[in-house]
């Protein structure tokens, strides 16, 4: 069982829709991020928090540590938002600087 | 400040054949990672760096996949021989490496390998 589960693993909207992606993991852990791929693109880190809620333009993430849940949301969404979104987490550990992935959410937003 | 700096961005090999990947981090960032992501499918660690030294390798093929950071900056990731399930992008990535676990992990744009 992997970790970090992501929903949906596939989404389409209409542009200018209200996006939610989600990601519960099953660890103890310092950080979570949500970071985001294009097509033949690298990563982007979008958001690393362990607390509460974080907003960047349109893009707002928000962490419930006792639930062990994460939400992306997308405001307004547009074509260009198109792309897969991985929720990843550091786990608490020794060792640190850990990361484990979610598979990924890929959106498509039709224009 | 430059991102992580990775080459070549697309490789097409036959399969048994041999191939490197080549990855400079961030300056300053202690922790490097090489990453083997499949398509459709989340990044999977093959190999964590803590300077020149390996953290974790638990899950990289050492029969065949290979790698160094020997100055404790620039890396490579070396498989020989190739197999056709070695098909994937290589993903470097690099952060601090702050032991507080809250770390931004900052990604190169990758490596396409196809092996034919």
């Known amino acids: 069982k992997n970790e970090v589960e992501q929903s949906p693993q596939n989404l389409t909207a209409q542009e200018g829709e209200f996006i939610t992606i989600n990601c519960s993991y099953s660890v103890g852990i310092s950080a979570l991020h949500w970071l985001q791929q294009h097509p033949g693109g690298g990563i982007v880190s979008l958001f690393m928090l362990s607390s509460g809620k974080k907003k960047h333009g349109r893009l707002i993430a928000t962490i419930n540590i006792q639930e062990k849940h994460s939400s992306l949301h997308i405001t307004a969404s547009h074509p260009r938002d198109s792309a897969v979104y991985i929720c990843?987490?550091?786990?608490?550990?020794?060792?640190?600087?850990?990361?484990?992935f979610g598979t990924g959410t890929s959106l498509t937003v039709i224009p | 400040e430059a991102g992580v700096a990775q080459s070549p961005r697309y490789k097409i090999i036959e399969k048994r054949q041999s191939v490197a990947f080549w990855c400079n981090p961030i300056?300053?960032?202690?922790?490097l990672y090489w990453y083997q992501q499949i398509l459709g499918q989340g990044p999977k660690l093959l190999i964590q760096?803590?300077?020149?030294?390996?953290?974790?390798d638990s899950q990289l093929p050492k029969d065949r996949f290979s790698a160094e950071r020997l100055k404790g900056v620039d890396s490579t990731l070396k498989i020989q021989p190739a197999k056709l399930e070695d098909s994937a992008v290589y993903l470097c990535?690099?952060?601090?490496?702050?032991?507080?676990?809250?770390?931004?992990?900052?990604f190169g744009a990758g490596s396409r390998l196809t092996v034919l």
């Open positions: 760096f803590q300077n020149n030294g390996v953290v974790d």
């Open positions: 990843a987490v550091n786990p608490l550990s020794n060792t640190g600087n850990q990361f484990y």
């Open positions: 300056s300053g960032h202690a922790t």
């Open positions: 990535a690099s952060s601090l490496g702050l032991h507080s676990g809250a770390n931004v992990l900052t």
